[in-house]
């Protein structure tokens, strides 16, 4: 592994000159153990860098900041399963992922969900991370929500939305009277203040 160069940190991968790039195999083992000691760090599909590179899979610098490394995605998608298991009876799960980036989160949903179905889109909002104001993405997560409520009132519905542990109180208060029930989990999976969680809220129904 290369160790000469600038330190491959977010600066580098998200406004940096590798936002954009394809990076290498040694980049992304990089990034890991600059910016968290850990080259494995970037484990995506239940598969380490060394192992998901091997199998043809790319990521672009950006891609690697902003994807749900495996410990999240695998907590995540247990509390959502965890969640739906308690549904009504229904003709089945419908996991549908907004905003699917690397796919690594749809990943771990279906894992966690053999039976249920799966669908990913690449519609991104523009996010703020400076602690994350979910009123001021583009859209606001807000009406994100509406437009699913709307569009799918006579189903039951299961939403998660990706939160950092810095999130704006304030935007979480205007998001969760939406929901017939919601809680909030952070994962504390790094060091304080860098700990991503969900935000999880139904609407047609309560556990």
């Given amino acids: 592994m290369a160790e000469t160069g600038p330190s491959y940190d977010r600066a580098l991968l998200l406004a940096g000159a590798r936002r954009n790039a ?26 380490r860098p060394a192992e998901w590179y091997a199998k043809g899979i790319r990521l672009l610098g950006r891609t690697a900041v902003e994807c749900t490394r495996d410990d999240l995605g695998d907590a ?9 298991l308690m549904a009504p ?25 053999p039976s249920a179905r799966g669908r990913g889109f690449e519609l991104a909002p523009a996010v ?15 009406e994100i929500v509406d437009v699913l409520a709307a569009r799918f009132g006579d189903h039951r519905l299961l939403c998660a ?17 939406r929901f017939d029930w919601s809680a909030l989990r952070v994962y504390h ?15 047609g129904w309560a556990p």
């Fill in 161 to 177: 939305i990706q939160v950092h542990e810095t999130v704006e109180p304030a935007s979480l208060a205007e998001l969760t009277p």
């Fill in 89 to 113: 009876p229904s003709g089945g799960t419908l996991v549908i992922v907004l905003f699917a980036g690397s796919g690594n989160t749809l990943y771990w949903m279906l894992r966690h969900q």
């Fill in 22 to 47: 394809i990076l290498d195999r040694w980049e992304v083992q990089r990034y890991g153990a600059d910016s968290y000691r850990d080259p494995d760090y970037v484990s995506i599909y239940g598969l």
């Fill in 128 to 142: 703020l991370t400076a602690g994350l104001d979910l009123r001021r993405t583009t859209p606001p997560i807000v």
């Fill in 76 to 84: 995540i998608g247990r509390d959502v399963a965890g969640i739906a």
């Fill in 189 to 203: 999976l790094n060091a304080p203040g860098e700990n991503h969680g969900v935000l999880l809220g139904t609407r």
